[in-house]
């Protein structure tokens, strides 16, 4: 929807269904702290970034107002890989 700062995560799986519901298939939302803040204008793989060997993840959030006197200074997320019981 409009206005909506979002990024969906949908882990790797054998095999996906025809037809994919972000709200309902996402394994995980990212959601900016406010709707205008682009979240997900940019998303890049960086590897990894803190030598575990999973892949991490930056979310680019480009009008996000970290700091307070500076309007629309950005931000940029970092999502760590991670491992799971079923490897």
């Known amino acids: 929807t409009a206005g909506d700062s979002k990024v969906y995560l949908l882990l790797g799986k054998s095999a ?9 298939d996402a394994d995980y ?3 900016s702290e406010n709707p205008d803040d682009q979240a997900g204008y940019s998303v890049s793989w960086v ?9 991490d ?6 009008f996000a107002d ?8 950005g931000s ?12």
């Open 16 to 24: 996906l269904p025809t037809t994919i519901y972000l709200e309902q």
């Open 57 to 62: 993840f930056v979310i680019g959030s480009p």
């Open 47 to 55: 590897g990894s970034i803190d030598g575990d060997a999973y892949d």
């Open 66 to 73: 970290k700091d307070v006197s500076i309007q629309d200074s």
């Open 76 to 87: 940029a997320y970092i999502l760590f890989g991670f491992g799971s019981a079923a490897e």
């Open 29 to 31: 939302v990212f959601s």
